[in-house]
């Protein structure tokens, strides 16, 4: 799993992510972070 996070943004790219599901634990994980979304 890579993902990219800008130290002033909500908002984080997630690459090489295989399911919503995968998703839903990173947002689970990262409740602060604005939005998630793959790319």
């Known amino acids: 799993l890579r993902a990219h ?3 002033g943004a909500d ?3 997630v ?4 399911s919503d ?3 839903e ?3 689970a ?3 602060n972070r ?3 979304t793959r790319s």
Request: with cysteine; net charge neutral; charged share 10%.
């Open 25 to 27: 634990v990173y947002r």
């Open 21 to 23: 599901s995968a998703l």
């Open 15 to 18: 690459q090489g992510v295989p």
């Open 5 to 7: 996070l800008d130290a």
């Open 29 to 31: 994980v990262a409740p």
């Open 11 to 13: 908002h984080v790219c």
């Open 34 to 36: 604005g939005a998630v």
